[in-house]
């Protein structure tokens, strides 16, 4: 049963502390995407990449985020330094992207819920 | 603007019955994407139900269809026959065309209770 896998599930840091999350796409996916989720904004689209790289990453703070796609089993999402107003549910999602009116359905892993006090 | 609307915060349906979660959408693309995904408590993304905008016909996944009304810019999700595991957040997304990948732009979302 192919999934998205995302570490940690949880996460509770202080201020100013590096944070990485980690996210291991379906087999054979070329799209990565990052989503947070947070009571305020919803779900929002921090940054997305195609067979490895960057296409957007307008929706990530560029001072304190980072995001990589180091290779095509593994995406980070960094935040250094942290600070309480990241805390949120940070979400992978990984899909196959086939081309105009293909479903290029997104399948989500289950999430790192991060607290920054 | 608001490119997906969710116009009802919290629906209740008994157990069994049939419930209608409300979805409408904005886009001048012609080629676009209608998604449906359930968040439980847990709070996994679970995809539910794919419309494409140049589907004749409206799409059913098992209990799960949608009633997509493409004049009207809806994309209405129909859950038959509820169950107590169908409670949870449900949310409605758009794919825009092609130029912006395969981003999803999401509503704010539906939290439904299914009562015994």
């Known amino acids: 049963d192919a999934r998205v896998t995302q570490t940690p599930r949880h996460k509770v840091t202080e201020m100013g502390q590096e944070v990485t999350m980690r996210c291991q796409p379906i087999?054979?996916?070329?799209?990565v995407f990052w989503y947070r989720q947070t009571m305020m904004q919803g779900l929002e689209l921090l940054a997305y990449?195609?067979?490895?790289?960057?296409?957007?990453d307008s929706g990530m703070p560029k001072d304190r985020f980072s995001a990589e796609m180091p290779d095509a089993t593994l995406a980070t999402l960094k935040i250094q330094p942290s600070e309480p107003r990241d805390s949120a549910v940070y979400f992978c999602?990984?899909?196959?992207?086939?081309?105009?009116?293909?479903?290029?359905?997104?399948?989500f892993g289950a999430g790192t819920r991060l607290s920054v006090l | 603007a608001q490119k997906i609307t969710q116009t009802q915060p919290g629906m209740f349906v008994q157990e069994k019955e049939a419930v209608t979660l409300d979805c409408t959408y904005d886009t001048s693309d012609q080629s676009y994407g209608l998604f449906w995904y359930k968040q439980p408590s847990s709070g996994e993304m679970i995809f539910l139900i794919y419309q494409g905008s140049y589907d004749e016909q409206n799409a059913t996944e098992g209990r799960y269809s949608l009633n997509f009304q493409k004049a009207r810019k809806s994309a209405n999700l129909v859950i038959s026959a509820s169950q107590l595991g169908d409670s949870a957040m449900y949310f409605c997304?758009?794919?825009?065309?092609?130029?912006?990948?395969?981003?999803?732009?999401f509503g704010e979302g539906t939290q439904l209770t299914v009562n015994p």
């Open positions: 087999l054979g996916h070329n799209t």
């Open positions: 990449f195609r067979n490895r790289a960057p296409l957007d």
């Open positions: 999602a990984s899909g196959s992207v086939q081309g105009r009116r293909a479903k290029n359905i997104q399948y």
């Open positions: 997304a758009m794919r825009e065309g092609e130029t912006s990948g395969s981003r999803l732009t």
